[in-house]
């Protein structure tokens, strides 16, 4: 079994994917157009900031799971994947720390001008009154669009700066009041609330096409004068033009890891200068850390490991929330040859497709338990002709609930 590793990872990872018996191939010239030509013999895909189009997973007949080696999947066709029924597994919580850390980096940086004040330094400016305006951190209000894990571990940090925090997630069991309550910070209903109740507002959300461009106009009309902007999640999340026209007008200042149509990594130029110059900016390192490098590949080696062993890898994001099926019926019967062959094609005559099956094996080998999850059930005509098998020795059918 082939296994493809696009982008930089731990040199771990390649060792301990050997160890399991894989044949590992590591090809840091790939990128998304050139990729389809590279997964021909491919049965395991590992990407971190490469994008896996539908033209790469049409072209890789042999793929079985693909990793996203972070926390995000939004590079990855998830649509193409799931219609030809390739896993896509991620690697959630391994970069938290990391992504949290540099977005303190970036609000300080961002409060102290530390930017500014290191370029104009290396060219021989000395502005200390320039530079000793900050406005400081501490009795702030920080506003995070976002309380995953990423913005709880920020939470914790701005605290630590006594900072006072206000939160807002677009998902309700991620923030409500009670969980707020419980985390000893305040809730906001709404992206407007959270601006407005703000000193300085830290985005840590989910790309999605319900949340791109949550911070907009209408968002950033509601900040102070003054405010700190700072995105160290996904680039699409803050509209760039509106951003660009409320640097000037409000006076804001602002930290970037993130931005819309970033390069898709390595070496590349940035044509944004006009954003570059007015923020406080980073190229999209935020997970590049060696502590989060060596918990990524662990996760990656344990998905893979998962993968081998069961045929289920861990951190699937794209398994059916809800199955299709209507009906269970379940089959205890002896293990012996032909006994479930006679049962599926008995549903097959009757059209019946299966949505889901496992068949599980008692203590001995003697006998086993099928459950087959059906879309529509079988006609009693064939329940009767299924318990009158002498190798089954019970049939229960089920509607789902």
Same mark, same amino acid.
């Given at each position: 079994?082939?296994?493809?590793?696009?982008?930089?990872?731990?040199?771990?990872?390649?060792?301990?994917?050997?160890?399991?018996?894989?044949?590992?191939?590591?090809?840091?010239?790939?990128?998304?157009?050139?990729?389809?030509?590279?997964?021909?013999?491919?049965?395991?895909?590992?990407?971190?900031?490469?994008?896996?189009?539908?033209?790469?997973?049409?072209?890789?007949?042999?793929?079985?799971?693909?990793?996203?080696?972070?926390?995000?999947?939004?590079?990855?066709?998830?649509?193409?994947?799931?219609?030809?029924?390739?896993?896509?597994?991620?690697?959630?919580?391994?970069?938290?720390?990391?992504?949290?850390?540099?977005?303190?980096?970036?609000?300080?940086?961002?409060?102290?001008?530390?930017?500014?004040?290191?370029?104009?330094?290396?060219?021989?400016?000395?502005?200390?009154?320039?530079?000793?305006?900050?406005?400081?951190?501490?009795?702030?209000?920080?506003?995070?669009?976002?309380?995953?894990?990423?913005?709880?571990?920020?939470?914790?940090?701005?605290?630590?700066?006594?900072?006072?925090?206000?939160?807002?997630?677009?998902?309700?069991?991620?923030?409500?009041?009670?969980?707020?309550? &419980?985390?000893?910070?305040?809730?906001? /209903? #709404? %992206?407007?609330?959270? *601006? !407005?109740?703000?000193? +300085?507002?830290?985005?840590?959300?989910?790309?999605?096409?319900?949340?791109?461009?949550?911070?907009?106009?209408?968002?950033?009309?509601?900040?102070?004068?003054?405010?700190?902007?700072?995105?160290?999640?996904?680039?699409?999340?803050?509209?760039?033009?509106?951003?660009?026209?409320?640097?000037?007008?409000?006076?804001?200042?602002?930290?970037?890891?993130?931005?819309?149509?970033?390069?898709?990594?390595?070496?590349?130029?940035?044509?944004?200068? &006009?954003?570059?110059?007015?923020?406080? /900016? #980073? %190229?999209?390192?935020? *997970? !590049?850390?060696?502590? +989060?490098?060596?918990?990524?590949?662990?996760?990656?080696?344990?998905?893979?490991?998962?993968?081998?062993?069961?045929?289920?890898?861990?951190?699937?994001?794209?398994?059916?929330?809800?199955?299709?099926?209507?009906?269970?019926?379940?089959?205890?019967?002896?293990?012996?040859?032909?006994?479930?062959?006679?049962?599926?094609?008995?549903?097959?005559?009757?059209?019946?497709?299966?949505?889901?099956?496992?068949?599980?094996?008692?203590?001995?080998?003697?006998?086993?338990?099928?459950?087959?999850?059906?879309?529509?059930?079988?006609?009693?005509?064939?329940?009767?002709?299924?318990?009158?098998?002498?190798?089954?020795?019970?049939?229960?059918?089920?509607?789902?609930?």
């Amino acid at each position: 079994m082939k296994v493809l590793i696009v982008d930089k990872l731990s040199p771990e990872t390649v060792t301990a994917l050997q160890k399991l018996g894989l044949h590992v191939e590591v090809r840091s010239d790939l990128n998304a157009d050139n990729l389809p030509g590279a997964v021909a013999d491919v049965d395991i895909l590992v990407v971190r900031s490469t994008k896996v189009t539908a033209a790469t997973i049409q072209a890789a007949a042999q793929l079985s799971l693909i990793i996203r080696a972070g926390a995000g999947v939004d590079t990855i066709d998830i649509a193409t994947a799931s219609t030809r029924g390739i896993y896509v597994a991620n690697c959630p919580g391994k970069n938290t720390a990391a992504v949290a850390e540099l977005a303190i980096g970036l609000l300080i940086a961002a409060d102290r001008r530390i930017v500014d004040a290191t370029v104009d330094l290396r060219g021989g400016a000395w502005k200390k009154k320039e530079y000793g305006k900050a406005r400081g951190l501490a009795g702030r209000t920080l506003g995070i669009l976002g309380f995953g894990a990423i913005g709880k571990a920020v939470a914790v940090r701005a605290k630590a700066l006594d900072m006072h925090v206000i939160a807002y997630d677009p998902v309700p069991a991620c923030m409500n009041p009670k969980i707020a309550e &419980e985390h000893g910070i305040d809730y906001a /209903a #709404t %992206p407007q609330a959270l *601006a !407005s109740a703000s000193d +300085a507002v830290t985005v840590h959300m989910a790309s999605t096409p319900e949340t791109k461009h949550t911070v907009n106009k209408k968002f950033l009309d509601a900040l102070k004068p003054g405010a700190i902007v700072i995105n160290a999640s996904r680039g699409n999340l803050v509209d760039t033009q509106a951003l660009k026209a409320a640097i000037a007008e409000k006076d804001l200042r602002v930290g970037l890891d993130v931005f819309e149509n970033e390069p898709a990594g390595g070496e590349a130029e940035f044509a944004d200068q &006009e954003l570059a110059a007015k923020v406080s /900016a #980073t %190229p999209h390192i935020g *997970a !590049s850390t060696d502590q +989060a490098a060596e918990a990524i590949a662990g996760e990656v080696v344990r998905i893979v490991e998962l993968f081998l062993k069961t045929g289920h890898p861990a951190g699937t994001v794209n398994l059916c929330s809800k199955s299709p099926a209507t009906h269970r019926l379940v089959v205890r019967h002896y293990n012996r040859v032909g006994v479930l062959a006679a049962v599926l094609d008995g549903l097959r005559e009757e059209g019946i497709n299966i949505a889901e099956m496992e068949n599980t094996i008692f203590d001995g080998a003697k006998a086993a338990c099928c459950s087959l999850q059906l879309d529509k059930p079988p006609t009693l005509q064939l329940v009767g002709k299924l318990r009158a098998n002498e190798n089954i020795l019970h049939i229960l059918l089920t509607a789902c609930s």
